[in-house]
C-alpha cells in the first residue's frame, strides 16, 4: 500500500495548484491525473488576467501569454464598451505544465494516465482506488472537475447549476479585433449565457458560445456566421464543448477527510465563467490547509473548513456577488441591455462581472426609469 499526506485528484488548474502548496507546505504529496499529459484536457477560451499569473506565482513568459488583450462587450445592437485593462490570451497548457513543475520542484509526485475510480474514508484514512492500484492518504482534494468522481465517492451531490459550452478553434481567420477578447450578450444571440470570439493570434481563435436554453452549437453556427468576412476562409482545427458551474459553490465541499475546489466545487465567477484564477487561488489555498491539518494531526470537517473561511475573502464573496449580477441580468431583454450600454462604462462592467463593489452601478441605475426597478432593486 503506497502511503501520502496529500492525494490531489486532477491536474487541472486547481490540481497542479493545490499540489505545489501541499508539497510547499510540507506534506507527502502526489497528484494523480487521467488524462496522458498534464494539460488543458478540457475546453476553454484561455484568457485570464495579469493577476492570475501574480496569484499562481508564474512569470508571464512569452511562452505561456500569447498576447495582451484588452476586452469588448457587445449589447445585442452591436454597439460595444470597451474594456482597456489588459489582461492576458494564454497556453493554458503550457501554464498549468508550469505550476505542475513547481509542484514537482516543491517535492510532489505526479502520476499521468491514472485514473481515480473511488476514494473511500476509512479508519480516519482515506483509501483511494485508481486504474493502477490502491493508496492511503490523510486528505484528498478533489480538483476532477464538475463531474467530480471524489465528490461522487463521499456522497457529495451537490452540484452548481451548468451552463452548457461549445467551442471553436478556428484557424485563417482574418479577425477585426486580433488584440481584443470579445464577448456578445443578447437573448437573440446567446440565450442565458453569451458568445465569445478570443484571439490567440492574428489569424487563430476559440469562438465559443454557452446557452441555457436549446442547443448550443445551433447558436454557435449562427453567430459565425455573422462574422461573414471575418470566418469566410476559416476552417475548425478544434470542436469540443464542456459544462460551466455557474450556479456558485457548492455548500458542503468539504468533509472529514476531503476538500472540493476548482469546479468541481462551484469555483467559477458566474457571470463571466471564468474559473482559471478562482481554481489557482482554491487549490493554494487547499493544498496550505490540507498540510497545516496534518501537521496539527487533526483531518476532520471541522478542521478542514479552514479552506472555507480563507477562501471567502475575496473569492467567496465575489462569486456570490457575481451571481447576483448574473440572476439580475438574466431577466434583461435585447432592448434593456442596449439600454445598459448607453449607462454603464468599462469599471461598472467589471465590477458586475467579477463581483466586485455593486454599489456603485447598483446607484446608477436606480437614477434609470426603467431598469431601477428591473435591475437596481435585483442588485441591493
Ligand atoms: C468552453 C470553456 C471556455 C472557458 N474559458 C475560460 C476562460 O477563457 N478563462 C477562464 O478563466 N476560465 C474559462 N473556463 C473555465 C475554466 O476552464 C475552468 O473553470 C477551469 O479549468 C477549472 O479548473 P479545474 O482544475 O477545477 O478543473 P478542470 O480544468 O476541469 O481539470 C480537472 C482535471 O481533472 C482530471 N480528472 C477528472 N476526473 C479524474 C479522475 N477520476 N482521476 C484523475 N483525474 C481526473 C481531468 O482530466 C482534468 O485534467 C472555460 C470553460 C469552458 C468549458
Known amino acids: 500500500m ?20 501541499a508539497a510547499k507546505h510540507g506534506a507527502h504529496t502526489l497528484l494523480i491525473e487521467k488524462c496522458s499529459t498534464i494539460m488543458a484536457n478540457k475546453p476553454c477560451g484561455e484568457a485570464t488576467s495579469q493577476n492570475t499569473f501574480i496569484t499562481a506565482n508564474v512569470p508571464p513568459k512569452p511562452s505561456i501569454v500569447l498576447r495582451k488583450v484588452n476586452a469588448l462587450v457587445f449589447a445585442p445592437n ?38 481515480v475510480q473511488q476514494v473511500i474514508r476509512k479508519n480516519s484514512m482515506m483509501l483511494v482506488k ?32 451548468p451552463i452548457p459550452t461549445i467551442q471553436y478553434v478556428m484557424v485563417n481567420c482574418d479577425l477585426e479585433y486580433p488584440n481584443s477578447v470579445r464577448f456578445y450578450l443578447g437573448n437573440e444571440i446567446a440565450p442565458g449565457g453569451y458568445a465569445w470570439i478570443f484571439p490567440k493570434d492574428d489569424r487563430i481563435a476559440g469562438v465559443g458560445i454557452g446557452v441555457r436554453k436549446g ?14 468576412k471575418e470566418f469566410k476562409n476559416a476552417q475548425i482545427i478544434d470542436y469540443r464543448g464542456a459544462l460551466v458551474p455557474i450556479g456558485g459553490m457548492i455548500k458542503q465541499n468539504v468533509v472529514d477527510g476531503a476538500i472540493l475546489i476548482g469546479d468541481a466545487a462551484g469555483h467559477v465567477i458566474p457571470f463571466t465563467g471564468a ?48 451571481l447576483k449580477a448574473m440572476r439580475a441580468f438574466e431577466k434583461l431583454s435585447d432592448n434593456e441591455l442596449n439600454m445598459l450600454q448607453e449607462i454603464l462604462n468599462a469599471q461598472d462592467i467589471l465590477d458586475l462581472a467579477n463581483g466586485l463593489n455593486l454599489t ?21
Open 130 to 161: 485508481t486504474t493502477h492500484g490502491e493508496y492511503l492518504s490523510k486528505v484528498v482534494i478533489g480538483a476532477d472537475g464538475y463531474n467530480s468522481t471524489v465528490a461522487k465517492s463521499l456522497n457529495i451531490t451537490e452540484k452548481s447549476e
Open 275 to 322: 474559473g482559471i484564477h478562482s481554481s489557482i487561488a482554491a487549490g493554494l489555498i487547499a493544498g496550505e490547509v490540507a498540510a497545516k491539518a496534518i501537521a496539527e494531526g487533526d483531518t476532520s470537517q471541522k478542521r478542514l473548513m479552514e479552506f472555507n473561511s480563507k477562501y471567502e475573502e475575496p473569492w467567496g464573496a465575489r462569486i456570490k456577488k457575481s
Open 2 to 21: 503506497n502511503y501520502y499526506d496529500v492525494i490531489v485528484v486532477g491536474g487541472g488548474p486547481a490540481g497542479v495548484s493545490a499540489a505545489k502548496s
Open 78 to 115: 452591436m454597439k460595444f464598451i470597451e474594456i482597456k485593462e489588459v489582461g492576458f490570451a494564454i497556453n493554458k497548457s503550457l501554464f498549468i505544465q508550469y505550476i505542475a513543475e513547481q509542484a514537482a520542484e516543491a517535492g510532489a509526485q505526479i502520476h499521468v494516465r491514472e485514473e
Open 360 to 380: 456603485n452601478v447598483t446607484f446608477k441605475l436606480l437614477k434609470h426609469p426603467i431598469l431601477a426597478v428591473k435591475l437596481a432593486k435585483a442588485l441591493m
Open 215 to 228: 442547443t448550443a452549437k445551433v447558436y454557435l453556427d449562427k453567430f459565425v456566421k455573422m462574422f461573414e
